[in-house]
């Protein structure tokens, strides 16, 4: 059972994450973030010393229930039909938004990777870590059936995630799954002929 404490730290990254994720961390003001959770700047400031600790404790509260995600979400038969599935659960964390916002960690790289080296740092883990779970599914498959794929586990892994990346940002552009679908099916063949 969380303390009044806790649960008022938990509100504050669950509220700051939405408008980060909506906005940016730079179009957000710190007076957006007090009105969003109600909290009062002392409070706020007590939980978290300046917004920028506060854009990192987001980052990494988010990380870590990304990685219980990922985690989760690798079920199937094999390494396609893992990784697809991982795919398709990615995808319905972002219908349930209606693809508004996307992808916190696509945008915070784009918005803050340059300008943070401490916010950069959490990004690559993120980014480092599905890569590495998506090619040891890989690598599995490979060392099962004894072949050498035209392109290596790692190479495919990072050309997944990239897709799946883009195919986040195509959904959020045109509010709907079709583009994500499509790079799905995509991502699909690529594993299925490589």
């Known amino acids: 059972m969380q303390t009044k404490g806790q649960e008022t ?55 870590h229930e990304f990685f219980d995600i990922l985690e989760q979400s690798m079920v199937g038969d094999g390494a396609a039909e893992r990784i697809l599935y991982s795919c398709n659960s990615i995808m319905t964390l972002m219908e349930e938004t209606d693809f508004v916002g996307g992808c916190l960690f696509g945008n915070t790289a784009l918005e803050m990777t340059d300008l943070s080296s401490r916010f950069g740092r959490v990004i690559r883990d993120v980014f480092s870590h599905w890569i590495r779970l998506i090619q040891e599914e890989l690598e599995r498959e490979e060392t099962a ?44 063949e690529l594993i299925r002929n490589r």
């Open 145 to 188: 059936t004894e072949r050498i794929k035209r392109l290596s586990p790692e190479t495919m892994a990072i050309a997944i995630v990239a897709i799946l990346e883009g195919g986040i940002m195509l959904s959020r552009v045109y509010q709907d799954k079709k583009s994500m679908e499509a790079c799905i099916r995509s991502i699909e």
């Open 9 to 63: 730290r938990s509100h504050i990254l669950q509220e700051s994450r939405r408008l980060f994720t909506l906005q940016g961390f730079h179009n957000t003001s710190i007076s957006a973030i007090i009105a969003a959770t109600g909290v009062k700047k002392g409070n706020l400031y007590y939980h978290f010393p300046s917004k920028k600790e506060l854009g990192l404790a987001v980052l990494i509260d988010a990380r």
